[in-house]
């Protein structure tokens, strides 16, 4: 498998994002990653950390659009940037995937720009997979569409439906839609559309109804579709929360054991790794005609060498494939 890698994404790059793809090749035989960006820093990179394999192939790009810098205006004031050029090599099929930790916005509109769709998709969306009291919950999406229609959620649907069979293990995800309350007719006009939508669709026999956003974290859906504005702001409030969580809880965990403290403290690191993103590596945009991981702008390496073995596993459990064939088995639901 080859996979574009965004060299220069990242609050770290390229330093990171180097190191775990070194990780990544040695761990994974039948990998090649094509570090995209500043020929010269990364050949010096490599050089540097004594990498004298053949499967890291630096691919010249001329610079990356920063986090602060708005997305469409960047891309088209910098057209051969890191991240537009891991675009075309996918378009082009010279790579199966693109993984970045750079702008999102940016790594969005150009994947969107490309039209790179499966077919059938109206609008891919960015899938995360957040934990619950019951395991874990695919939720979609969280920024790639904050305009999305009634008929962009019904795939969100099918798509995290897949997701979390494939990746996750689920055998039959039960979907709900994230509303402001679970009575009928609540919400705005579009939740209220889909909801009925959902009802008489080819997921009606999993939909479960409208979900609250406490309903997340209780497991009450295996998969659970928003448009983007709403999924993006649970998600960063969900990362939030956690962080401070998982900070207090350290501090009185610690300074209240003292024979228990070490087996206290390994216990806590494990839960905690439940809700770092480092341990998942990105978030797929799924509907792209190839693999698109989206990693967090504060990933480090081993996130980053994550990030590229999940999209290896994204194509090897045929998440694609599936995909297309449920979206045309139930064209326009």
């Not at 020929?39 to 490599?46: G, M």
């Not at 082009?92 to 059938?120: I, P, Q």
């Not at 909801?195 to 295996?222: I, T, W």
């Not at 064939?325 to 064209?331: G, K, P, R, Y």
Request: glycine share 12%; with cysteine.
């Amino acid at each position: 498998m080859r996979i574009a890698l965004d060299a220069m994404g990242g609050d770290d790059a390229p330093e990171i994002n180097i190191d775990g793809a070194i990780a990544a090749v040695q761990a994974f035989p039948e990998l090649e990653v094509l570090l995209v960006g500043d020929e010269p820093v990364l050949k010096e990179l490599l050089s540097n950390r004594g990498y004298a394999g053949d499967r890291l192939i630096v691919t010249p790009a001329d610079g990356a659009v920063g986090m602060h810098e708005k997305p469409t205006d960047a891309l088209r004031q910098k057209p051969n940037c890191s991240i537009a050029v891991c675009w075309k090599l996918m378009a082009t099929k010279e790579v199966d995937a693109v993984v970045s930790a750079g702008n999102t916005g940016a790594v969005v509109a150009a994947g969107l720009r490309t039209r790179l769709f499966l077919k059938g998709v109206k609008r891919p969306g960015i899938a995360v997979v957040l934990p619950t009291l019951t395991g874990g919950s695919v939720l979609m999406d969280v920024g790639a569409n904050p305009g999305a229609r009634t008929e962009h959620l019904y795939q969100y649907g099918v798509m995290g439906s897949i997701y979390a069979q494939k990746m996750l293990g689920i055998e039959k995800p039960r979907v709900g839609l994230m509303n402001i309350g679970t009575e009928e007719g609540k919400g705005n006009e579009l939740a209220r559309e889909t909801h009925q939508f959902l009802m008489n669709s080819s997921l009606k026999d999993v939909y479960v109804g409208n979900v609250e956003g406490r309903g997340l974290y209780e497991g009450e859906a295996d998969v659970l579709i928003c448009e983007g504005f709403v999924g993006n702001v649970v998600l960063k409030v969900s990362e939030g929360i956690a962080s401070m969580m998982m900070k207090m809880l350290a501090g009185a965990v610690i300074g209240a054991l003292k024979e228990e403290q070490q087996l206290a403290k390994a216990a806590f690191v494990e839960v905690s790794k439940k809700f770092e993103y480092n341990e998942v590596g990105g978030a797929p945009l799924l509907g792209i005609d190839g693999i698109c991981l989206i990693c967090h702008g504060s990933s480090d390496a081993r996130s980053m060498t994550n990030a590229l073995s999940g999209a290896m596993r994204l194509k090897d459990r045929h998440v694609n494939d599936r995909i297309v064939e449920q979206l045309a088995a139930h064209a326009g639901g």
